[in-house]
């Protein structure tokens, strides 16, 4: 199982970034997906989860209405489009799958809201 996040960066509150994670060595469709992320000296939170078709999905209280996540299955990638990026949002965030009872992870992607 291996997950790459790509699509972090430094972008100005109010801004909006798009993150990808593609996946590989596992099928896929078949297992849901989620986002995580780790602000420094804090622990690491979910953010965003959905199920393996897509149908069903789930954010933290601090992300909602503003945060989307998707999935294309064809293309092993699931998205997490960040809107209205707040200071507070700044974190490490990580792909995140169970497989066989096991947890996981991505290498991160680091994102940075300030002015």
């Known amino acids: 199982v291996q997950l790459v996040e790509s699509g972090g960066g430094l972008v100005q509150p109010g801004g909006s970034l798009r993150l990808s994670c593609t996946a590989s060595?596992?099928?896929?469709?078949?297992?849901?997906m989620s986002w995580y992320r780790q602000a420094p000296g804090k622990e690491r939170e979910l953010v965003a989860g959905?199920?393996?078709?897509?149908?069903?999905?789930n954010y933290a209280d601090s992300v909602k209405g503003r945060f989307t996540i998707s999935r294309d299955n064809a293309k092993n990638t699931v998205y997490l489009q960040m809107n209205s990026l707040k200071p507070e949002d700044t974190a490490v965030y990580y792909c995140n799958t169970w497989y066989y009872g096991r947890a996981y992870w991505g290498q991160g992607t680091q994102v940075t809201v300030s002015s």
């Open positions: 959905i199920s393996s078709a897509g149908g069903h999905t």
């Open positions: 060595g596992f099928t896929f469709s078949a297992y849901d």
